[in-house]
């Protein structure tokens, strides 16, 4: 029973660590529990969509996939389109879907083939695409759009006539979805249809891992070599796995902006890219284990600590500064460590994976 | 296997179609509402465009006004000539690529809307 | 042809596009109203200020581990020592060489820390050094606000307590290498000079019992394993390297550039260096002093080439975005190679 | 039950020149389980692979002959063909999902799924499963195995057998499973479990399964096969009903070569110092397991060790230099020496030609010259010129090629310059440079594994003649590891056969053939006391 008690420690010894820190920094802070519950629910109707987006592509072997990068650039080209027709309310954000649709497919398959390309190495390689392909993103709509790509809505071209402005104003969309079906619980707001489509998303995916194709990412998963001889399309299949996670992260990026109000064109889809992944590795995920629980839990650990810290910064030590700083520094310092953590842990099974075997051969070898 | 390349064609046709109603039902209209009538002009009106609330325009003046989807309904309220207090309901329908504008004074007559290439 | 195809089949397609983009610049410059001799000199410049940060590369790649994705961990040991110098308020070639020393050790508590982490994760070293260069440089913003630094230039002016994000080095030891050569703002004599030492002695290394040592780890870690190497402690000496010359070479970049800029300024510092020594030609485990060079020649070239050539041809300034293209398009291209078969995650 | 299911005639097949498989003619009826023997390396994979129709044998030009299944001739494109055909095949190394339940596993890619109306437009992947379905399926397949065993257990948390049992049960659960082939079964498994195993086969051929048995324990053939088939570098040497032979004569026929009189000049070893002393000495090789086994070696003698592939002699040497995790005792000139530290084994005098030549034993894109220096550099410091107090240790490079080229003459390493990349050497002149490598490290214990594996003939000679002139001139002791019988009997003093991990028996070069197939194949055996 120990070693159980100590392996479920191991394991989740990031979202712990967390945990202990927040639950030090809220005094601190001096942020009042009824703040803190109504900031959690706006943030986690905002991010669970993106956040749940990354459960698809760990599931199929291919680690935390920072082409999510890729799907928030096409729901953010949908968003231009509509603000620039000037489409209003719901329609609005359902045609931003619809365009980004083919967009985030076509991102997704060329994602799916890069990485096919560097097995071995896919989460370094996705984050590298990322920055590439948001140079190509930064190509069209600083530059294309405008000139080569018609465009009428004043308000959001740069006063020399082409490319977008940085900061866009969602007016016609802003708060839609959210404000749209309110549940008063308490004093608390809930935006009830933004959490039914985030719960739709989770029934999506436990369907998902129960059909044939789920299955066949999952052996592909956890024995590529293996689900190959048994004749599964290993290459189509973790394509189509980036496909899926693709276009979930672009209809997440349109939530997340619609629920912000205004978007600004070039560094709201990186950033996101890092809060999603910093959250679903708080939340204990690893690069080949996610489930609802991490990416839900890890939301709501990331979000706490990132409201809390400045102001515990500023009480601390006087500065909201340093608070800022500490708050990049946690998210980043916990990437770093969840991943030396599983790639350490993973080491570790296999020298006992090793030692059983060979203590078994031993012991067998006697008879 | 042509059933479903027939089915998967058909849902692609589908979602387009879809876009265009939503881009149809979805696209905001400018529409220009003035008080300036030729014989007479309320020193002031009121008017509530689509259920929204009621704003007031000053003899004169033009106010501009976005409006979202096709079919819309405009309610006047002012003083005629005899200062009786008067009600008006009218629809209209908004095209794309047209501009429109309400003139609140002449409400009555059938030079209320004027329709314009944008 | 024969010779031609294998001439092609070694350089590889990117680097052949991106050095005849190159030539095409220089050809057009003349056209488009540019002097050929400023935009040359332009470009050997940034080379000077630019060539030691991405020879520090090196030495991680050779041993095996890998792109050094941490490099902003070597740069903020080289920040450390230079804003030392500064608040010593040491001026020239003395400011520039205190810089240096005082960086070293640095360098090495930080080399050291950084590569017992790498030797945890054989494997998924680049994304994990990705992560602690990240938060190296998130930490560093803390400590440029709390540490004790007294000297006017450097801290706030009117809250007085942490530094700027940009500090002019002025009065202190810009252009220290160039004093004693005439013409160098034509041509950085002394940056080319200091470079060439160091790629000397780097060459040299390679030479030495525990070069040959680091090779064999980079090429073939059971061969290394079976000749009694304890690849441990090379792959540690060889990250130790890297970020000593890291640091040393944001100090060169600082005296040719004139600011030492803090804070979040080396954040996104590891991706062109990597770019540029893998436009030279060289693989994710195979890397020599030439790849150094014609890879920070080339990339230097494109982005002091791209601003000036296509503004006036297009009238827009685009050369931000190719150069996230451009460097980002290489470091793609390396991953999806063949060539780097065991390692790198 | 003689109905006839697979017939193949004059089966013959060739990689580039070397042929591997001749003439061979093998009739299979249904039911009946065929016991597939002959030393590694006698072609019985490279038949499996014809039969599964592996795409590497059509890579390398087909083969000659013709192989009928029921009747029609097959050419099967790939080897989901013979899948579907009705040939399943269990291999030797596991290739199971580790994350996944049994029933998971038994139904891979053959998952049987509810009918969903989605499926038209996304494909017939967005079936859900029907996982009751697959754990009845699952609970057939293994409940044919007359085995109990739960298939909701996850695979890694399985008994080895039970993951046999797993594997097997997915290749009959296939809906018309004809013929299984059945690679080393019962070489993970303990007496008992290969006990159940062997019953399991039974019931499967009464039930009109035929089995292909590959296994080198004669015991079990004798046990239940209906008939034997012993192959012999590519040849069939015998097909005959079990009942009419003896595990006696299945030996002689596996091994029964003419016993080649290459001249043999006896030195007899009175000096009995020892020089080297295994104690319970175990090895994890992956593949090469060595378990508890004691051996003395005496200096100034070779020692040959012999057994069948994948028994452990390979561990042996690679576990005393410590390239593997180790354990036991190991007592070299009286001291103990600490183990799993390469470096130690280096610097007292002992050094391993490696097997794997091109994996392990070479810098392929090094030059020659620095290959052969390597060793001697990091370990001895030769040829290193100390420069400020050691400061700065240059590596000289006239001496290098120095020693290089005294080698290359000595050894006749055919290449351009001593400065040519080792890579692009032939696989004999690579064995001579790794040769070099070691004799430049002057050892007073060389260890030398598989040295004349796929070599010509002529490099061939020229190792085993330096190997014998180094033991003589300078007295180094040697163990050679080997493969290849005939050669060790030509040139050690002993032979130690390795057998399931450990000794099975230690004779001089000149006792009888038969003698050493009986070690091999795990009858005789005495237990390694001389």
Redesign the interface.
Known sequence: MENKGKKILINNIVPIVILIMIVMAIPISGLSRGYLVQEMVSRLSRNSFLVLSLIIPVVAGMGLNFGIVLGAMAGQLGLIF?TD????????I??AI??S?PIAILLGILGGYILNKAKGREMITSIIMGFFINGVYQLVVLYGMGNIIPMTNKKIILSRGYGIRNAIDLK?IRQVLDKSIVLKVGQFTVPFLTILIVGALCLFIVWFRKTKLGQDMRAIGQDMEIAKSAGIAVERTRILSIVISTVLASIGQIIFLQNIGTMNTYNSHEQIGMFSIAAILIGGATATKASIPNALGGIILFHLMFVISPRAGKELVGSAQIGEFFRVFISYGVIALALVLHQWRREQENKSERKKIMDMQLSGGEK | MM??IF??IG?ILA?II??VF??I????HVIFIENKGEKYTPKNAYYILDGEKEVKIKAKKKKRE?A?GVNHTIEIRFKDTSGVEKKIVKEFKTKMGKRITINTAMIESDLWLKIEEE | MEKIKSYIETMGWPRIIIALFLLSMYVIAPFVGLNLGTSLSDTLIRFGMNAVLVLSLMPMIYSGTGLNFGLPLGVEAGLIGAVISVEMGLTGVLGFWGAIIMAVPFAFIFGWGYSQILNRVKGGEMMIATYVGFSSVAIMCIMWLILPFKSQDMIWAYGGSGLRTTISIENYWQGALNKIFPMADKIPFGEIIFFGFLAFLMWGFFKTKSGLAMKAVGANPKFALATGVNIDKVRTKSVIMSTMLAAIGIIVYQQSFGFIQLYLAPFYMAFPAIAAILIGGASVNKATVINVMVGTFLFQGILTMTPSVINNLVKTDMSETLRIIISNGMILYALTRKGGKKNGK | MSELLLKIENLSKSFGENQVLKDINISINKGEIIGLVGENGAGKSTLMKTIFGMPVIRETGGYGGSIKFEGKEIDFKSPFDALEAGIGMVHQEFSLIPGFEATENIVLNRESTKNSFLE??F?ERIKKLDSLEMEARAGIAVGHLGVKMDPKTIIKEMPVAHKQFTEIAREIERENTKLLVLDEPTAVLTESEAEILLQTMKRLANEGISIVFITHRLNEIMKISDKVVVLRDGILIKEVETKKTSAHEITEWMIGRSFSESEIIKKVTENKEILLKLDKLWVDMPGETVKKLDLKIYKGEILGIGGMAGQGKLGIANGIMGLYTTGGKLTFKGKNLELNKPKLPLENGVFLVSEDRKGVGLLLDGTIEDNIAYPAIQIKNEFVKRYMGGLIEWVDKKDVEKNALKYIKKLEIRCISSKQTAGELSGGNQQKVCMAKAFTMRPELLMVSEPTRGIDVGAKKLVLETLREYNEKYGTTIIITSSELEELRGISDRIAIITEGKVAGILPPEADIIKFGELMVGIGGTDGKN
């Open positions: 509509i027709w000037r489409i209003a309310g719901m329609e609005g359902g045609l619809l365009i649709l016609n | 059933k479903t089915i998967r849902v979602m879809l876009g939503l881009f039902s979805g696209k905001e976005y979202k | 038209i437009l494909g």
